[in-house]
């Protein structure tokens, strides 16, 4: 069994000198010695992977024990990563839409196993039965099995989602019954919440989490985020090279299962009321009982050989067992962005890792948090600095393989039937949105809302759509006596979306 946490610090020299250390607000690394040996690593992984930047943070209790930076928050500046660096957290964000959802349970305004239709009449799946006895309680734990690549196209990418396209898409939704992380489970748990309150979800959190917490750089508005100076750009490798992505999150594509902005500093504030199960410098911000709900395993991963960091769910976070003690985690990763929360609630510790590129990132993110608790911890298999860079340097082979594999951002192949200025216009679907062709000096390119994609002519009608880790699909034009009238994509496994003039 693993000590407890303060004998682990005593033995490590963290808990005497970090005793009275502050958990400042923002604007300032904290540096432990004992922590220089990894931060050493982390910073050749940073290099040997090619992350632009990154942000950790170790947490035990309220208190910070380190917080680091390194590298850069944008390749075009060369600007560096601070502890007030805002970066895209994705799927991260699911744990917070659960608390506001448990912050309405505690004022008795929502009962986590009453149906959904309880506060939201409008909730419809093509099953009947589902309809009227899915309960919050399931949707936060996912053991519905709801499952739409249809709105997750439209909520996450290209931004054109509509409460009508929604419920469109949703009641072809037969659920599985079998618990499966989607994100749809927890897009349903916001129009719960904007149900109960009448505000968007993003105002939800603002007002019942950030401002209690003091997490001034948090949001669920992208346009806003980006707008700011201390913010880290989403990044891909093209080749060689680190640019930023073309696929960036706006206020649009920020939906309640992935949108949150934030930085590492109000992270460790988020760890730290974790850690105090409801309470934050002192002040108890939520009831005991209630966190510990959100702990519980609520469900558990249909699977013969489930990873043992992922077993289960709680509300909101993942669960799972790390060296005999319970571990709770949730990830986060999109188009040249990644994110990792975990804490160890038993012991009283806690990790967040944030970079600004997807792939390597998502390698980085588990590596430095594995990291943390094996040298926390003191396991048998803590891995010496030899095997851990050789870890490292597999993944970057890895990453580098990857990076070489991805479509080469070119021009439009001379291969279409007609003139360019032909196909150039705006393409509509009634459930899907609208695809827009353009034409430039490289050729044809286009867009599905706001999800912009490159075009590789494959054929005289045919042609195909790619966007960086988000699209690649077949397109054929419909042409009717000389005319381009409509295209037909494939954003459907064997099934064509019929967009018209």
Request: aromatic share 8%; glycine share 10%; with cysteine.
């Amino acid at each position: 069994m693993p000590r407890s946490s303060t004998d682990l610090l005593f033995a490590f020299g963290l808990f005497v000198t970090l005793g009275a250390a502050p958990a400042s607000a923002g604007g300032d690394e904290v540096l432990h010695p004992d922590f220089q040996d990894l931060g050493r690593r982390w910073e050749a992984a940073v290099r040997g992977l090619g992350v632009p930047g990154l942000a950790v943070c170790v947490v035990e209790q309220d208190e910070i024990l380190h917080l680091e930076t390194f590298g850069v928050r944008d390749v075009e500046s060369g600007a560096p990563v601070t502890p007030d660096t805002m970066f895209y957290i994705a799927s991260a964000t699911k744990p917070f839409v659960a608390l506001a959802c448990l912050d309405l349970v505690e004022e008795g305004r929502l009962e986590l196993d009453a149906p959904v239709q309880a506060v939201w009449p409008g909730f419809r799946l093509a099953d009947d039965v589902a309809s009227k006895t899915i309960t919050p309680r399931d949707l936060l734990c996912h053991r519905p099995g709801i499952q739409s690549s249809a709105i997750v196209f439209l909520d996450a990418y290209t931004g054109e989602i509509t409460p009508a396209r929604y419920d469109h898409f949703l009641a072809e939704v037969e659920p599985t019954g079998r618990v499966t992380y989607t994100n749809v489970h927890f897009t349903l748990a916001g129009r719960v919440l904007e149900a109960i309150e009448g505000r968007p979800w993003k105002e939800v959190l603002r007002k019942r989490i950030f401002e209690p917490l003091g997490m001034t750089r948090t949001t669920g508005y992208a346009d806003w985020m980006y707008a700011q100076e201390d913010v880290a750009f989403p990044t891909v490798r093209v080749g060689t090279e680190h640019v930023r992505s073309d696929v960036r999150k706006s206020d649009a594509t920020m939906h309640a299962a992935g949108g949150l902005g934030t930085s590492v500093s109000d992270a460790s504030r988020w760890l730290r009321l974790q850690l105090g199960r409801g309470k934050f410098a002192g002040e108890r911000l939520v009831p005991e009982e209630l966190m510990d709900e959100m702990f519980r395993e609520q469900s558990r991963v249909d699977d013969p050989n489930p990873d043992p960091a992922r077993t289960g769910f709680g509300l909101g976070w993942m669960r799972g067992e790390r060296s005999g003690t319970t571990a709770l985690q949730h990830g986060g990763g999109y188009v040249g962005s990644a994110a990792l929360f975990s804490f160890l609630p038993e012991l009283g510790l806690g990790v967040v890792v944030l970079a600004n590129t997807d792939g390597p990132g998502h390698t980085l993110c588990e590596l430095v948090t594995d990291d943390v608790y094996a040298f926390l911890l003191a396991e048998e298999r803590y891995d010496p600095l030899p095997g851990l860079m050789d870890r490292y340097a597999a993944a970057a082979v890895a990453a580098e393989a990857s990076a070489a594999s991805l479509p080469e951002n070119g021009k439009s192949m001379p291969k279409l039937a007609l003139p360019l200025a032909a196909y150039v216009g705006t393409y509509a679907n009634v459930h899907w949105g609208t695809v827009t062709l353009e034409q430039g000096p490289d050729g044809l390119s286009g867009r599905i809302g706001a999800l912009r994609f490159a075009v590789r002519s494959e054929g005289p009608e045919r042609f195909r759509c790619v966007a960086t880790n988000s699209l690649d699909a077949l397109c054929d034009v419909l042409v009717e006596d000389g005319t381009v009238r409509g295209l037909e994509l494939e954003l459907r496994e064997g099934q064509a979306v019929s967009f018209r003039r």
